[in-house]
């Protein structure tokens, strides 16, 4: 599946992020890593902080339990998510 570790009460998963989409919103697994459609440009923060909205909706969490860990410059990024274990994620993402 993707690319998901939890330690220390933080999940970590793998995004995949599509910016300049129609629509924000979850497509699925691929490559081992999630793939996310972001309807923003990457400019100036705007598809990072679509991001975090659009996880915060499909995983259930607020905006503040989600961070991006590294790749805040490029299309591949670690997400680290607080409040959600890594089976709970899994679930949600079946």
């Known amino acids: 599946m993707t690319a998901i570790q939890e330690r220390d009460g933080i999940v970590r998963v793998t995004i995949r992020a599509k910016p300049r989409a129609s629509r924000s919103r979850v497509l699925g697994v691929r ?3 999630l793939e996310v459609a972001i309807a ?3 400019v100036d923060g705007a ?3 679509e991001l ?3 996880l915060s909706k499909a995983f259930g969490v607020g905006r503040s339990s989600l961070s991006i860990a590294s790749g805040k410059g490029g299309k591949t990024k670690i997400v680290a998510i607080e409040g959600l274990t890594e089976a ?3 679930e949600k993402l079946s």
């Open 31 to 33: 490559e081992g890593a």
């Open 40 to 42: 923003a440009p990457p």
């Open 47 to 49: 598809a990072n902080a």
């Open 52 to 54: 975090i909205r659009t």
């Open 88 to 90: 709970e994620l899994r």
